[in-house]
T-cell receptor, first 113, second 115 residues
Framework: DTGVSQDPRHKITKRGQNVTFRCDPI?????LYWYRQTLGQGPEFLTY????????KSRLLSDRFSAERPKGSFSTLEIQRTEQGDSAMYLC???????????FGPGTRLTVT | EDKVVQSPLSLVVHEGDTVTLNCSYE??????LLWYKQEKKAPTFLFML????IEKKSGRLSSILDKKELSSILNITATQTGDSAIYLC???????????????FGKGITLSVRP
């Protein structure tokens, strides 16, 4: 499979719990992006990596959110002490390098109860 | 703050109709404009536009960028029920070396094609 994959596809958690999502980009893509999408809105940028370096973080990314991309391959996004407002679809995308088209994974739908 | 506005927000057409979807933007350090199709899953890439006035085509879909007017249109001819989806416009911005590159999306246009 040559597409972007994400795991899990769905996650239901209780408020206050920590969750972690994983993204596997298209191989040889050195850029990896995380977005969040809520109903009726387009995806909103959260952060991106160039290889293993996290180069930018959005203001949306509070200190409860952390992302890593060890060895420049897969990436994880962790949300600590989840809140109901964190309920959304979390999308991962990758691109060959900057200013190339981004390809999206299927997303992880998070529901915080 | 970078802004991308799409119009109309939704429309309903009948199979065989031609539709035009609009996207306008106000951003700093424009690099490209992209169109995506989103059904009940992740966005699927359609087009990437960097130069003004050059039309990109893929089957019944075509798109063109107007950098003077800061806008783009996506045309779909001979629509089919399978074209029913949300169409997202996104603008990539960033420095020449790729620093600070990101996509800013519009809210999307919901297209419904009736048989």
């Amino acid at each position: 499979d040559t597409g972007v994959s994400q795991d899990p596809r769905h996650k239901i958690t209780k408020r206050g719990q920590n969750v972690t999502f994983r993204c596997d980009p298209i191989s040889e893509h050195n850029r990896l992006y995380w977005y969040r999408q809520t109903l009726g809105q387009g995806p909103e940028f959260l952060t991106y990596f160039q290889n293993e370096a996290q180069l930018e973080k959005s203001r949306l990314l509070s200190d409860r959110f952390s992302a890593e991309r060890p060895k420049g391959s897969f990436s994880t996004l962790e949300i600590q002490r989840t809140e109901q407002g964190d309920s959304a679809m979390y999308l991962c995308a990758s691109s060959l390098t900057f200013f190339y088209e981004q390809y999206f994974g299927p997303g992880t739908r998070l529901t915080v109860t | 703050e970078d802004k991308v506005v799409q119009s109309p927000l939704s429309l309903v057409v009948h199979e065989g109709d031609t539709v035009t979807l609009n996207c306008s933007y106000e951003v700093t350090n424009f690099r490209s404009l992209l169109w995506y199709k989103q059904e009940k899953k992740a966005p699927t890439f359609l087009f990437m536009l960097t130069s003004s006035g050059i039309e990109k085509k893929s089957g019944r879909l075509s798109s063109i960028l107007d950098k003077k007017e800061l806008s783009s249109i996506l045309n779909i001819t001979a629509t089919q029920t399978g074209d029913s989806a949300i169409y997202l416009c996104a603008v990539e911005t960033g420095g020449y070396t790729g620093a600070n590159s990101k996509l800013t999306f519009g809210k999307g246009i919901t297209l419904s094609v009736r048989p």
